[in-house]
């Protein structure tokens, strides 16, 4: 003779299950907003690796056109307006948004032309840039930075950082990109005087 569920064992199977359910929803934006993150980071390491390799294999930039008469005067020749330096910028008055530039007026500066953009990018929705910070590894870092420009220059490439719009400091070591999710997750993007890029977890 088969014996069935009794009605208690019915009502304990449901509620475990429901309890699960409960707790997976609870945690399902948590844990999306960790995926977002981890990918926005990765893109942000991606989109700098890309401007360094632009700068170390001499691309040729198209977005202005420069003769010998014509070129920027601080570039010194045709050739450094036409592969110029590449680098990407972020800034705090657009926090889901940042840019890869190229530099063929040869001032490190990412608005100098229009035509200087090589692709704008855009966060996922939900995800945000936080907070900008330089110089991670001393004692007290300076953080609330609202505009940095990293530059790639040939022959190395050498890394260049220009903070707020102000002339390019040789002196800056290091600076961190933290990215910020609704949900209360967050990573950042590590750059170092050295054109190392990494990523790490923020508390």
């Not at 981890?38 to 003769?67: C, M, P």
């Not at 657009?94 to 840019?99: A, F, G, H, L, Q």
């Not at 990412?110 to 900008?132: F, K, R």
Request: net charge negative; glycine share 6%; hydrophobic share 40%.
């Amino acid at each position: 003779m088969k014996k069935g569920f009794t009605l208690v064992e019915l009502i304990v199977v449901v509620g475990i299950i429901a309890l699960i359910a409960s707790l997976t929803l609870i945690s399902f934006p948590s844990f999306r907003g960790r995926l977002s993150v981890d990918r926005e980071v990765g893109k942000i390491a991606l989109a700098l690796r890309k401007a360094q390799q632009y700068s170390g294999a001499v691309k040729r930039f198209n977005g202005e056109t420069f003769t010998d008469g014509s070129f920027p005067a601080a570039c010194g020749k045709l050739y450094f307006a036409q592969y110029p330096a590449y680098g990407l910028s972020i800034s705090m008055d657009s926090p889901n948004e940042y840019n890869i530039y190229a530099d063929p007026d040869c001032d490190k500066h990412s608005i100098s032309y229009s035509g200087d953009l090589v692709e704008a990018i855009t966060l996922d929705p939900g995800i945000n840039i936080q907070d900008i910070c330089l110089d991670i590894d001393s004692a007290i870092p300076t953080c609330g930075i609202t505009k940095l420009d990293v530059w790639f220059v040939r022959p190395n490439p050498t890394l260049i950082l220009r903070i707020n719009e102000e002339e390019a400091n040789e002196l800056l070591q290091s600076a961190k990109i933290i990215i910020h999710s609704e949900s209360g997750s967050q990573k950042s993007v590590i750059i170092r005087k050295t054109g190392q890029i990494s990523v790490q977890n923020e508390p």
